[in-house]
């Protein structure tokens, strides 16, 4: 730990000081500067390149479960205590969430019961989709951004963006998931009261393919939280450290973190730090 003392802050102060007040001799001190290090600090070195790799991957968003997951899947044997060290060792720091979004003002028109009642769980593919819509910042104005969610997998199957809040930006992303997803079967579909999921348009959508219909209730984000929680990864993980200049750039940069990152890579605690993508796959050839 001497030693350890003296490295560090021998560009600080003359090594002969730092030795003499610690009571070690000069000689040990680069005696252990020059010795070969341990298989422990090699194997810490491995571990060091895996982790950065993973972290930024990630765009460093994340944290050391999600990154120590990454690590066992490179075939590393390590503890997540050992990861925990070595990111703080390397000063590697997931971003905080932040959170808050603009209200929707727009007139509702008919509200459906909340039949999902917060069972963000699905046993099977296409069972349950949540959906809901966010808003980014350009230095054009708003992008609009909507999402469908199956809860089965968290894999967004459908998604539609533009520098409109109308009722055609929520049936764009519906209409995407049906086309990705093929005719649903007994699917319930969940969201807000927002106006334009209340729609006449957004709503015939619905009967014409037989989808049940689910609302949260009135000012209750908990009844959606499992689209919150993607909505904030969204943000935390991408669009809230940027300045975008126009819409374009923000389609581009949300286009490539869901399907490229999210779907594909992003690993979820739900899944068993599986991505969407992967956690389908492994259900598929069970």
């Not at 968003?61 to 899947?73: F, I, N």
Request: with cysteine; net charge positive; charged share 25%.
């Amino acid at each position: 730990m001497r030693f350890s003392f003296v490295a560090k802050h021998r560009v600080t102060w003359p090594v002969s000081w730092i030795c003499e007040a610690l009571g070690v001799s000069r000689s040990g001190f680069h005696a252990w500067l020059n010795r070969s290090p341990s298989r422990r600090a090699q194997y810490d070195e491995v571990l060091v390149a895996g982790i950065r790799s993973s972290f930024a991957g990630s765009d460093r968003t994340y944290g050391a479960r999600r990154v120590w997951h990454d690590v066992l899947a490179e075939g590393l044997d390590v503890g997540l205590h050992r990861i925990e060290r070595l990111m703080r060792q390397e000063g590697l720091r997931a971003r905080p969430r932040r959170r808050g979004l603009p209200k929707d003002g727009g007139q509702r028109h008919a509200v459906s019961p909340n039949i999902l009642d917060r069972a963000f769980v699905a046993s099977a593919p296409n069972q349950k989709w949540i959906a809901d819509f966010t808003y980014i910042w350009t230095a054009q104005g708003w992008l609009y951004v909507a999402a469908v969610v199956d809860l089965y997998s968290r894999r967004v199957v459908g998604w539609s963006m533009s520098s409109s809040m109308a009722a055609q930006l929520v049936t764009d992303a519906l209409i995407m998931a049906i086309w990705r997803r093929g005719k649903p079967d007994s699917l319930l579909h969940h969201s807000d009261q927002g106006s334009q999921y209340t729609s006449e348009q957004f709503q015939r959508l619905m009967a014409d393919h037989g989808i049940t219909c689910s609302m949260s209730r009135s000012g209750n984000v908990w009844d959606n939280a499992a689209m919150e929680s993607f909505f904030s990864s969204l943000k935390t993980e991408r669009t809230a450290r940027k300045v975008y200049r126009t819409r374009d750039d923000a389609k581009a940069d949300v286009f490539d973190y869901i399907e490229r990152f999210y779907n594909p890579r992003r690993r979820h605690s739900t899944l068993g730090y599986l991505s969407p993508v992967d956690y389908e796959d492994q259900a598929k050839l069970a």
